[in-house]
């Protein structure tokens, strides 16, 4: 049995998620007897609070949650935790919206768990992850956005993404950041809007610090283009088999199975001895 403790960063979607919300009983009763070994065990993900939650709950967690790729770190357990809580300049999101208006199809803010959505699009639903939200405001931003958001997801209409990126490059460089998703078909240009402080590298860092655990101590593991500051920081950095290509280039090792086949039980479970 390996007898070191280690904290264990997990990605959600795709890497121990393969839909929006499955999740099995036996990998749930696996991962509180990980924490019953006396590892702890932190979700970092790019979901909102709300719909990633439940992960933290069916697993018994008693960590932070990193949600929005490091935007927003709370403590679900603990009222007085240093909360973090980055955000875009509304002005900036609502500028790119207007100089990109004949490029996207639609898009949504979030402020926490609020939801601030251009127009109604039954089809775009499952982006939203209405269920859990505080408010859901429909209409202009310039007329709906309250606060500055935690960043912003625009879905441009089909090929238009590099578009879209290439003007928030060019306006704003390093100060407003902004990827597209790896996708294909009618949804190939999904572009995240994000602050240069929102990586998953740096919110592991934050949790691991404040959980009092040497970098040497952490493993992080994802399956995403998103997950790799929080791979590179990590002293073993781990993605699933179907792991997007740039990912799997900063991994010390790549799995042989996917999320739909329970990879992360069977890596962890492996070696932790257990």
Sequence with gaps: MNNNKYLIAIDLDGTILYDFDSLSESLCEFMKEVQNQGHKIVIATGRPYRSSKFVYDRFDLDTPLINYNGGLITHPRDENFPRVNYTVDKDKIIDIFKNNEDHIRNAFCEDSDAIYLHRE???????????????????????????????????????????????????????????????????????????????????????????????????AIGDGHNDIEMLEYASLGVCVRNAHPDLIKVADIVLERTSQENAVYHFLSNFLGM
């Design 121 to 219: 699009e039954k089809s775009i639903e499952p982006l939203l992850h209405v269920k859990g939200a505080t408010k859901l405001e429909i209409g202009d931003f310039e007329k709906t956005l309250e606060n500055d958001p935690n960043g912003a997801i625009i879905i441009g209409k089909q090929g238009r993404g590099k578009i879209i990126k290439e003007y928030i490059d060019r306006v704003y460089g390093n100060t407003v950041l902004s990827r597209i998703w790896n996708l294909s078909g009618e949804y190939d240009s999904i572009i995240e809007v994000f602050t240069p402080e929102s990586n998953k590298g740096l919110g592991l860092a934050y949790v691991a610090d404040y959980l009092g655990f040497d970098q040497s101590q952490v493993i």
